[in-house]
Nanobody
């Protein structure tokens, strides 16, 4: 069984910074991509940023220039550094692990964390 645990959410003032972490634990041989999604009240869940096992990152337009995704493969952990935060960044942020395999020849599965709330005050 695989579990993803987010941490680092909380309250931040507009213009401030926050760093989210997500650690994957359990029977893990490899993880393909890891990503951060967010969902604001009444909205659909949307991709914020993703990163492959090789370190190739992709960002939503709303995150470009302000957020940085990084990853520690040895720790099965992904980070999201959020700078210059805006009130519209307020959402529950979810971590996703894609193509997680518990041994080399297993088929990969996707897992989600339970989410971390980020609130940005004006």
């Amino acid at each position: 069984q695989v579990q993803l645990d987010e941490s680092g959410g909380g309250l931040v003032q507009a213009g401030g910074s926050l760093r989210l972490s997500c650690a994957a634990s359990g029977s893990i041989f490899s993880i393909n991509a890891m990503g951060w999604y967010r969902q604001a009240p009444g909205d659909q869940r949307e991709l914020v940023a993703s990163i492959t096992s090789g370190g190739s990152a992709d960002y939503a337009d709303t995150a470009k220039g302000r957020f940085t995704i990084s990853r520690d493969n040895a720790k099965n952990t992904v980070y999201l550094q959020m700078n210059n935060q805006k009130p519209e960044d307020r959402a529950v942020y979810y971590c996703k692990g894609e193509g997680i395999r518990y041994y080399r020849f297993a088929s990969g599965e996707d897992y989600w964390g339970k989410g971390a709330l980020v609130t940005v005050s004006t």
